[in-house]
């Protein structure tokens, strides 16, 4: 079983950054794939971005390249999300996921844990 907490959310002008951390407990963090994902009012949850056990392979949604970057400290238990040059239509609760699988995969349904998300708004 693992516990994820988001945190990092918050309100912020267009153009700006944010980083986004999510804590896991125990002992095997590691060997999770980890995933982060959007959800608008009104729409479905979207990938962001995920990243393998040890940090070597990542992928983003398309539309989010080159803006936001995903990492890991194994050694804290926590991903992070670094979100730059964020628009308006980057508002959106965020979550966090983690996966029992080397596979990456952008599919929600296939993360076996999930945060409870962090609110992130951004105004024009």
């Known amino acids: 079983q693992v516990q994820l907490v988001e945190s990092g959310g918050g309100l912020v002008q267009a153009g700006g950054s944010l980083r986004l951390s999510c804590t896991a407990s125990g002992r095997t963090f590691s060997s999770y794939t980890m995933g982060w994902f959007r959800q608008a009012p009104g729409k479905e949850r979207e990938f962001v971005s995920n990243i393998d056990g040890i940090g070597g392979r990542r992928y983003y949604a398309d539309s989010l390249k080159g803006r936001f970057t995903i990492s890991r400290d194994n050694a804290k238990n926590t991903l992070y999300l670094e979100m730059n040059s964020l628009k308006p239509e980057d508002t959106a609760v965020y979550y966090c996921?983690?996966?029992?699988?080397?596979?990456?995969?952008?599919?929600?349904?296939?993360?076996?844990?999930w945060g409870q998300g962090t609110q992130v708004t951004v105004s024009s």
């Open positions: 996921a983690a996966r029992r699988s080397t596979l990456l995969t952008a599919t929600p349904q296939l993360y076996d844990y």
